[in-house]
């Protein structure tokens, strides 16, 4: 039986998020202000006692997660299978058109046409990523996990079992307005089972 607390952090923001365009397998840096909110996210999780810390390789998280662990002696551990969803020869593609074959694939949750992932790949590629950290953790672990936007919509439906289309359908802009950049949110995995604590705030 193992019980872990995971505290689960989008990255700052960067520069692909202000000229709105896509950043999936790709990267672009954090701007000023998301280095801030990295360093205001640190603020806010100060007394959280993380002894694990997992984070996308993607530069941006990476960075994140480094400010976020400036002051503590925690390792940081580098996930493939963290990485925000690959949208193949779409990656820096303006997000603005929806009609657009970036907009559609959105719509349509598959980006392999263009050599990317889709829907059914990119849930599995989560509960992989976590299987093994799961693997990795003991009992009463206290986990940060730095990543992505996408990344954690997606989880609510792969960890979770959220219904994505019903959500969307709810409300249309669920997503985009889902995890503020360096925002928080919190789980916990008990047993076999996942737990959602407190959406991104």
Not at 35 to 49: L, S, T, Y
Not at 88 to 103: H, K, T, Y
Request: glycine share 6%.
């Amino acid at each position: 039986m193992k019980k872990i607390d995971f505290y689960y952090v989008r990255h700052g923001e960067t520069i692909f998020n202000v000229t709105n365009r896509s950043q999936g397998a790709c990267d672009s840096p954090l701007t000023a202000k998301g280095i801030a909110q990295a360093r205001q996210c640190a603020e806010n999780v100060k007394d959280i006692p993380f002894n694990r810390a997992f984070c996308s390789t993607s530069e941006r998280a990476v960075d994140t997660a480094e400010i976020i662990l400036a002051d503590r002696n925690v390792p940081l551990i580098r996930m493939k299978g963290l990485k925000e969803m690959a949208f193949g020869m779409l990656e820096g593609a303006n997000n603005d058109d929806i009609r657009s074959p970036m907009g559609q694939s959105w719509i349509n949750k598959d980006f392999t046409a263009y050599g990317g992932e889709n829907r059914d790949q990119f849930e599995k590629r989560i509960q992989a990523a976590f299987d093994q950290i799961v693997a990795e953790c003991t009992d009463h672990d206290t986990c940060l996990i730095v990543s992505h936007r996408g990344y954690f919509y997606y989880m609510l439906e792969a960890l979770f079992g959220e219904n994505l289309d019903a959500l969307e359908k709810e409300n249309p802009n669920f997503m985009a307005t889902l995890i503020p950049n360096a925002s928080v949110a919190r789980f916990q995995y008990n047993d076999g089972k996942w737990i959602l604590l407190e959406m991104p705030k």
